[in-house]
């Protein structure tokens, strides 16, 4: 399975990363980076596998019939 990221993924991840590091969820940005990179590795690797549930009404503005699937990344989020 191939999986692209439109641009605006790619730039809410770097503001994913600011947000972990200023509200103290990392110690370091290094480290939000790493947590970033291994939640879009995560996707890109695993996408495939993972059980798609189908996704509440509130997204059918996206599409209808769409899927989505969970990734844990720790005990305390998904």
């Not at 993924?9 to 969820?25: D, N, S, W």
């Not at 879009?40 to 209808?64: M, Q």
């Amino acid at each position: 399975m191939n999986v692209l990221f439109i641009p605006k993924v790619c730039k809410y991840a770097k503001y994913l990363i600011r947000i972990l590091y200023e509200k103290g969820y990392f110690g370091f940005e290094q480290s939000a980076q790493k947590y970033v990179d291994a939640l879009f590795f995560d996707i890109e690797t695993n996408l495939s596998t993972k059980r798609h549930k189908p996704a509440p009404v509130y997204f059918d503005k996206f599409g209808k019939g769409m899927k989505y699937a969970s990734f844990k990344k720790s005990r305390h989020t998904t």
